[in-house]
């Protein structure tokens, strides 16, 4: 923990907020910008640092703030399949493509994102996982459908349920009035890729200062080895996979022979 | 103790994977098969997309296969022409499986007929192996010999034109059924995950008479190549075999062998073919009630492209 809070203080990353008001200005640091998964790898939390400082700094503060922070992930098209019962058996009759929806999107808060501002503008600002835009691919149009439309409420649900979706109205703290920290969960499950971490802050209902941050989730080692290995060389790791077996169930006979 | 497995792209206890392979290898050590239609469906059950699962437990078969025809071979109780000519027929077979393999993944597929064709198989194979053990066994309480030997019998299969003589298992058959069989099981195997080992024994036995013999070292050479061939196109054109996952498996899984091949020694055949036809019926009759129960979720989602 010590290490990582040097390592925090070591590495502060300014950003300065657009924010339409821009009497604030958001100051974020992340744990760690790199999370490796290794072969022992089972989950991480990274943790995202904060303050709220006045830009200009002559002008005021406007406390009580909120803070919400969304985590995307690498975009992928995911199919959504639904399935039902078709002479006595239950198949697959409908699916939907969500195209480049985001792999891994955590919605984080100090209190539930509808109690933070109107619904009008989280849905403009896409804020939480209700308001997010899921585009699916309808004939040859794509389009977001209302957020109760059975396939993306679906879609959501099992994401949710794989760890991967989250909206969590506890992961962000305010210590102080205008400090604050956010705790993001990685799932073992966590796709590799580049993150966006986009923070926005609220008052009164309306976004007064937002920043940007990014971290990146790598294999690495062996496992990106492999994963390399079975992703460009097909053939030769298929070969080399059956030599193994080969060389295991020649190893074991050799062993176990009793003469 | 958890490892991340870098394809299946999810961590699992080594031990818990080690565990399954022991125990599905002493079962295949035991009754001569390659077990895959248990492994895959445990696969699944901890997770792992069938896809992944069939796709992996194909090298897990080859390992433990190559361990069971080694030590066939010593014994001389292999027939190699005839498993030759099973594979010329068995190559083509799961490459054809392979195929269909891929264009059923892309038509959202995939699980329904992996699922049907468990069920068919296991449950008709299963019921048939229940059925032949249990007169086999009532037949010896009445004093009478195990097996009944019909050495004139001839069916119409022995009709075909293409004969050929294949010494060690002294018979006298068309190459027609012989091919027939190769790839009906290369076929399988490749879409099913499993050797096929429970299927061919008997095929072999009931359709061309081959002797007990020969009939288990032979069904094992001809389920090493199969799989070590399903391991590589599999490997080849959908990039899903595990190795990590594979190399826990099989090494789990040729332990197992070896000490369920000394328990199967021990037992008699025909109480041995009914607790085989028991297990892979009430494999099947798993995988009808996942099929015919409403799903809990009737959603599922599958991915197209990543990143």
Known sequence: ?259 | MQIYLPIADLPVNVFLVLGMGLAVGYISGMFGIGGGFLMTPLLIFIGISPAVAVATVSSHIAASSFTGAISYWRRRALDIALAMMLLSAGIVGTATGVWLFTELRALDQLDLLIGLSYVTLLTIVGAMMIYESVRAILRTRHGMPATLRRPGSHTWLHGLPFKLRFKRSKIYVSAIPVWAIGFVIGFIGAIMGIGGGFLLVPMLIYFLRVPTATVIGTSMVLTLVTMASATVMHAATNHLVDAVLALILMVGGVIGAQFGARTGQKMRGERLRLLLGLLVFAVGCRFAYELVVKPDDLYSLRYVTGG
């Not at chain 1, 909206?167 to 990685?186: D, H, K, N, W, Y």
């Not at chain 1, 070969?239 to 020649?250: K, P």
Request: proline content about 6%; glycine content about 6%.
């Open chain 1, 1 to 259: 923990m010590m290490r990582r809070l040097i390592i925090i203080l070591a590495s502060v990353v300014l950003a300065c907020g657009a924010g339409p008001a821009a009497a604030e200005r958001l100051v974020v640091s992340l744990s760690n910008h790199r999370v490796a998964v290794t072969s022992n790898f089972i989950g991480e939390e990274l943790v995202l640092f904060g303050t709220v400082e006045p830009d200009p700094p002559t002008s005021a503060l406007r406390p009580p703030y909120d803070l919400v922070v969304t985590v995307t992930g690498p975009r992928e098209t995911i199919r959504t399949r639904r399935k039902q019962r078709m002479l006595g058996i239950w198949v697959n009759v409908d699916s939907r493509e969500f195209v480049s929806a985001p792999s891994y999107l955590a919605v984080l808060s100090n209190r539930p994102v509808s109690n933070i501002a109107s619904q009008d503008t989280l849905r403009r600002l896409q804020t939480g996982l209700d308001n997010f835009l899921l585009p699916q691919r309808i004939g040859v149009d794509v389009a977001d459908t209302v957020r109760d439309e059975p396939f993306r409420q679906a879609f959501v649900r099992l994401k949710t349920q794989q760890g991967l979706f989250r909206e969590s109205a506890t992961a962000v703290t305010f210590l102080t009035p205008t400090v604050f920290r956010a705790t993001i969960p990685m799932p073992a499950a966590v796709p590799t890729g580049t993150y966006n971490i986009d923070v926005g802050l609220f008052s009164g209902g309306v976004l007064v200062a937002r920043t940007n941050s990014a971290l990146e989730v790598i294999k690495a080692g062996f496992e990106q080895y492999v994963a390399d290995a079975a992703r460009e060389h097909g053939l030769l790791y298929g070969l080399a996979t059956a030599l193994m077996a080969l060389v295991i169930g020649w190893f074991a006979s050799v062993i176990f022979a009793k003469d």
